[in-house]
C-alpha cells in the first residue's frame, strides 16, 4: 500500500517538474480556447445556409482554380503555435471575403457566420502569448502563407469569395483543432 503511493507520489512529482520543463502551453494563462472545441450546431447550420444562398448568387462558369486547403499535410501534424498561426490566417482571408459581398440575401446569411468567425479571430489573437510573435511557422505553414499571399495577388476576387465560402466550415474545424492543443484529425 505504502508503495502504491510512493508510486504515485513519484507520478505526480515528475508530471508536474517535467510540465514545468517542457511547457507545452503556447497560449496565454487564463485564457481558453475551450469555447471552439466543439462548434455549436447552431453555427455549423448558419454557415451551411449561408452556403446555400451563396449558391444561388453565385456567377456560373467561373473558371477557378485554387486549392489553398487542399493541403498534402494535416493541421494535426502542426505544433500548437503553427496552429495558431495557420487558423489565424485562414480566418482573416475568410473573414475578408465574406465581408466584400454586397448581395442582400447573401449579406443576410452570412452576418451570424460572419459575427462567429470574427469572434474567433479576437478570441484567437487575444490568447497568443506575447513570445508567439517571435515565433517563425515551419516550413509547411511559410510555404502555405506565401501560397495564401500569390492567390490573392493573381486570383479574381468571385473565385477567392467563392473559395472562401466553400471552405468555412473546414476552417471552423481547423479552429477546433488549434483550440484542442493536442492530436486531432
Request: proline residues 5%; contains cysteine; glycine residues 4%.
Amino acid at each position: 500500500m505504502l508503495c502504491l503511493r510512493l508510486a504515485t507520489l513519484l507520478v505526480l512529482v515528475l508530471e508536474v517538474s517535467l510540465g514545468a520543463a517542457f511547457p507545452h502551453d503556447p497560449l496565454r494563462k487564463g485564457c481558453s480556447l475551450f469555447r471552439y472545441r466543439q462548434i455549436e450546431r447552431d453555427e455549423k447550420e448558419a454557415v451551411k445556409k449561408m452556403q446555400k444562398e451563396f449558391r444561388k448568387i453565385r456567377q456560373p462558369g467561373r473558371n477557378c482554380n485554387i486549392w489553398l486547403f487542399d493541403r498534402e499535410w494535416m493541421l494535426a501534424q502542426l505544433s500548437v503555435p503553427d496552429r495558431v498561426v495557420l487558423v489565424e490566417a485562414e480566418l482573416d482571408f475568410t473573414i475578408m471575403m465574406l465581408q466584400l459581398s454586397t448581395h442582400p440575401g447573401f449579406t443576410k446569411t452570412r452576418q451570424r457566420p460572419l459575427d462567429f468567425l470574427t469572434h474567433a479571430r479576437e478570441h484567437l489573437r487575444g490568447c497568443v502569448s506575447a513570445p508567439a510573435p517571435s515565433h517563425q511557422p515551419s516550413g509547411k505553414v511559410s510555404q502555405w502563407l506565401q501560397n495564401l499571399q500569390e492567390a490573392m495577388g493573381r486570383e479574381n476576387i468571385g473565385c477567392l469569395q467563392d473559395y472562401a465560402v466553400r471552405h468555412v466550415l473546414e476552417v471552423l474545424e481547423d479552429l477546433k483543432c488549434a483550440a484542442l492543443q493536442e492530436q486531432c484529425s
